[in-house]
């Protein structure tokens, strides 16, 4: 130990290559060490990063393209389900009647009634229809008397009707000789021609645009 010692005494910082082997070697050492860290704090450590962000992007780039082969491979399904799709909507919107319709689907509603033999005490469409994004809502008031079987079966014509007519807050009441009184709201429903449907779009991007 002694001697490993001796060798770093009385080193001349001027005349390295005079220096006993272990203080030479361990100053090569030294010396390519510092090499080494200054280059990969110089170089490597960007080359680095644009090999782990070029990894990632793969990874990104591999994904995408198993999602879009994917969507290649299932493209004539999703064909046939928005075909299903769009059948089915047609199919309801065939239950909504148009504007030239809303009268003889306001007369139904009253022949549903009287063909039941019900007292029509109250039937009092809105004043105005409300507004939906591919629709109309026309809400009516009744108030019809008559007896428990009947109101009810009423009530099945009313769901049998070729057109969508719903029934909405009832409420019975008891009267006199046994017969019943009920207060509803039917809504009827229209769908909107291609003009209303703009006019409705132009209204929403109109108030998108003053909430900004």
Do not use: C
């Amino acid at each position: 130990m002694k001697q490993l010692l001796d060798q770093f005494r009385n080193l001349n910082p001027k005349d390295p290559g005079a220096w006993p082997p272990l203080p030479k070697a361990l100053a090569l050492l030294g010396l390519l060490i510092a090499i080494l860290v200054g280059a990969y704090f110089g170089d490597w450590a960007g080359q680095l990063e644009a090999i782990d962000s070029g990894a990632a992007q793969e990874k990104q780039l591999k994904e995408e393209f198993v999602n879009k082969k994917q969507q290649a491979v299932n493209l004539d399904l999703h064909r046939q389900q928005l075909r299903e799709i769009d059948s089915s909507f047609g199919a309801l919107l065939k239950q909504l009647p148009n504007r030239s319709q809303m009268d003889a689907l306001l007369v139904d509603i009253n022949q549903a009634g009287l063909g039941r033999g019900l007292q029509f005490d109250l039937f009092k469409p809105a004043p105005s229809e409300t507004m939906r994004e591919f629709y109309a809502e026309l809400p009516i008031q009744l108030r019809i008397s008559g007896g428990y079987h009947d109101i009810g079966q009423f009530a099945s014509d009313i769901g049998q009707l070729s057109r969508i007519v719903t029934l909405n807050d009832l409420s019975v009441a008891g009267g006199k000789d046994g017969q019943l009184t009920m207060d509803a709201i039917a809504k009827t429903f229209r769908y909107l021609d291609e003009e209303e449907v703009a006019a409705q779009r132009a209204a929403a991007s109109r108030a998108r645009a003053g909430k900004k």
